[in-house]
């Protein structure tokens, strides 16, 4: 037997989607030039094999290629019997359509690799696990976050409060000894057209329409401690030796964290008839989030629509009143004027709708794991 020191651990995940995932490009997909709508699905435009099909059969018509020339939008090249006789002409189609059909309306687009297949980035599984375990450090440890002081910056806010719970710079930062890779991707047919609705208090805003990765959907991805760092010696010389074992804990913190996010969520819902199922939901996550206690599955909330308490430490802020009431304040994070001190926040939620009305949060994830050891 080989009685090495282990360098690392490595931990499989099936990542399974429970509710809509969109992990956002930062692009503004436009009806007519990037996608159309048809039989209620509505499909992204691949330009390149369009342009050079209707090319090809308008070069001897003038008028024709003329049309094409002037940059007419991609929408108008494409005929009836096209959506059934040319599948090229489409890079993937969807189940929905955006609830605003004019020409230049607007949808959000999903990650995807090279071939279109919408994934995980690590970059969100670890911000997510982040999010949790500083949850965790800071309850577990009795941290004040009121003797913490802030930076005045908004995006840099919360860099002092980081930098107490996992370490001065990055290279002394505990989460140098997790790495989390890409996802697999997905298959184009998992993709689905969510339109997205924010609720704040009882007043329904405008819709936003995103890109999605449906639920029922699985990937697969890996997770590595890397035992080296994590060892008593090293950790002591980076200023991790009381907090490895947070790390190697992480699916009980996701677990505990999951549960303060849908009692957060069901206060927030409280007997709202017009929401009833979204309480559902939340209540059918916790049947889900005690079934797995003493595994090492758990819930996670990945991503856009999350919102403000999926991000921060939200519900350790709201131990204090005062303290939390500082901050809004002073970051101006309450954009309605109607706003008093005390009044619940945030106020507001992004929310899937389907075909019936407000259906199911945003971005819930169910990971199972599997251990191994090099």
């Known amino acids: 037997m080989n009685d090495r020191a282990k360098l690392k651990t490595i931990i499989a995940l099936d990542i399974e989607v429970l509710s809509p995932l969109h992990i956002g490009t930062g692009k503004v997909l436009q009806r007519g030039y990037d996608y159309t709508l048809n039989k209620n699905r509505t499909w992204r ?6 342009f050079q099909e209707v090319y090809s059969r308008t070069s001897s018509n003038q008028k024709a290629l003329n049309k094409l020339l002037q940059a007419s939008p991609a929408e108008d090249l494409i005929e009836p019997d096209d959506y059934t006789q040319h599948p090229e002409f489409f890079r993937y189609h969807m189940p929905g359509q955006p609830r605003a059909e004019g020409k230049g309306a607007e949808m959000r687009e999903c990650l995807k690799t090279s071939y279109d297949q919408p994934y995980i980035p690590g970059s969100s599984l670890k911000g997510a696990l982040r999010t949790v375990l500083a949850r965790s450090i800071v309850q577990k440890e009795a941290i004040d976050l009121n003797k913490i002081p802030l930076k005045d910056n908004r995006s840099w806010a919360g860099q002092t409060v980081e930098q107490k719970i996992f370490g001065n710079d990055p290279n002394h930062d505990l989460l140098r ?13 998992t993709l689905l ?21 449906r639920p029922g959907t699985h990937v697969t991805a890996q997770l590595v401690l890397d035992e080296y760092l994590l060892d008593q010696a090293r950790a002591e010389q980076l200023g991790w030796s009381q907090r490895r074992d947070y790390l190697r804990k992480l699916a009980m913190h996701s677990r505990n964290w999951a549960g303060a996010r849908i009692k957060t969520e069901l206060n927030y819902l409280g007997d709202r008839k017009d929401l009833n199922r979204l309480a559902d939901f939340y209540r059918l996550l916790e049947r889900l989030r005690s079934q797995l206690k003493g595994s090492e599955d758990f819930l996670l909330q990945i991503s856009w629509g999350g919102g403000w308490n999926a991000k921060t430490l939200g ?33 507001s939620r992004r929310i899937y709708f389907d075909r019936t009305g407000p259906a199911m949060p945003m971005g819930w994830v169910l990971v199972r794991t599997q251990t191994n050891d090099l």
């Open 45 to 50: 435009i691949n330009e390149e094999a369009l």
């Open 177 to 189: 000894a997790l790495q989390v890779g890409d996802s697999s991707g997905a298959t184009k047919d």
């Open 193 to 213: 057209l969510a339109n997205v609705q924010v609720v704040a208090g009882t007043h329904y805003q405008s819709p936003i329409e995103v890109e999605a990765i």
């Open 315 to 347: 519900d350790q802020l709201s131990a204090n009143p005062d303290q939390l009431e500082k901050i809004i304040d002073r970051y101006r994070l309450s954009k309605s004027r109607e706003r008093r001190p005390g009044d619940t926040f945030p106020r």
